[in-house]
C-alpha cells in the first residue's frame, strides 16, 4: 500500500509539474521553435509591403528577420503572414501566427488578450490631407471632416474619444484604402501613425500637417502568457539598438522622410 501511495504521489508530481510547464505550457514558447510564422502588414509602404514576387519588404519585416535571428531562427525559417488589423488578436490566439510585428500599438485593452514584447519603436500619430486642402493644421481643426476608421486600429480613437474631436469616422478596411478615398474625395483625413503616413507619402500626392499628439508604441505581439519569449525578444530589442542595427534600419526606410527619428533603446512596457 505504502509502494502505490508512492507511486500515485509521484505521478501527481509529475503531473504537476508539467502543468506548471516542464513539456506543458512552457513549450508553447516562441523560443523554442525552430520555424516561425510571423504576421505583417501588405500594404504599408515602408514598413510593410507584399512584393509581387510574394516576398515582404519593410523596416517591420527586417526587425522581423532580426529578432527572429535571435531567436535562432534564420530567414530561411521564417513564414511571413499578411495580417491586417481587425484579426491581429484572433491569429495569435489560435496560433494563426506566432508572432506579430505590424504597426501593432501596444494599449491597455490589447494587453488583455496579447503579451507584448517592446516596444521597437516609438511612433506619434499625425494627419494626412490633401495638398489643395489648407483648412487642417492641428488635430483641433478634424472637427467635422470624415477621418479614416481602420477595422481594427486604435487611430481614429485617438482623435475622437482621447482628443474629444468631433470628427466623422468612415469605417475603411487597411490604410491603403484610407489614402485611395482621401484621393478620391471620400475622406477628409487619414490620421495615424507618422511612420506610416510617412511610407505613403512617398509615393502621393498630398501633405503631411506635422503636428503628432500622440506616442504609438510599437510592441511585437505573442501569445497571451509567453513571459519567456517575451522577455527573450527584449533583450533582442536592446542589442537591436546598441548594435546599431535599429539606426541602420530606421534611416534605410525613413531617412528621407524628414521626420525626427529616434535611435535610442525604447522604455519597455513589462511582460504581462
Not at 213 to 224: I, S
Request: net charge neutral.
Amino acid at each position: 500500500m505504502r509502494a502505490i501511495r508512492a507511486t500515485a504521489g509521484a505521478f501527481l508530481l509529475l503531473a504537476g509539474l508539467t502543468a506548471c510547464g516542464l513539456g506543458g505550457s512552457e513549450k508553447e514558447s516562441v523560443t523554442d521553435r525552430n520555424s516561425l510564422v510571423i504576421g505583417v502588414k501588405e500594404d504599408q509602404p515602408a514598413l510593410g509591403v507584399k512584393r509581387p514576387d510574394g516576398t515582404y519588404e519593410g523596416f517591420d519585416v527586417d526587425v522581423a528577420v532580426y529578432i527572429a535571428g535571435k531567436l535562432g531562427v534564420p530567414k530561411s525559417r521564417i513564414t511571413f503572414r499578411t495580417t491586417n488589423s481587425s484579426v491581429r488578436e484572433e491569429a495569435l490566439a489560435n496560433g494563426t501566427v506566432d508572432l506579430i510585428i505590424a504597426t501593432y500599438s501596444i494599449t491597455a485593452r490589447r494587453k488583455m488578450e496579447v503579451t507584448f514584447a517592446g516596444p521597437y519603436y516609438v511612433a506619434h500619430q499625425d494627419t494626412f490631407v490633401r495638398a489643395d486642402d489648407d483648412s487642417i493644421d492641428d488635430v483641433r481643426d478634424l472637427k467635422g471632416k470624415r477621418i479614416c476608421e481602420v477595422t481594427g486600429s486604435n487611430s481614429w480613437r485617438r482623435v475622437i474619444e482621447e482628443r474629444k474631436v468631433a470628427a466623422k469616422p468612415v469605417t475603411v478596411d487597411t490604410y491603403g484604402a484610407c489614402m485611395d478615398a482621401l484621393a478620391a474625395g471620400r475622406l477628409d483625413a487619414v490620421s495615424t501613425d507618422d511612420l506610416i503616413l510617412a511610407g505613403f507619402a512617398a509615393g502621393r500626392s498630398g501633405r503631411m500637417i506635422n503636428a503628432p499628439f500622440t506616442d504609438e508604441k510599437y510592441g511585437v505581439g505573442l501569445r497571451k502568457g509567453d513571459l519567456r519569449g517575451c522577455e527573450t525578444i527584449n533583450r533582442a530589442i536592446t542589442t537591436m539598438y546598441q548594435d546599431g542595427t535599429a539606426e541602420r534600419l530606421l534611416n534605410k526606410w525613413f531617412g528621407d522622410s524628414g521626420l525626427k527619428l529616434t535611435t535610442t533603446v525604447p522604455q519597455y512596457e513589462g511582460c504581462t
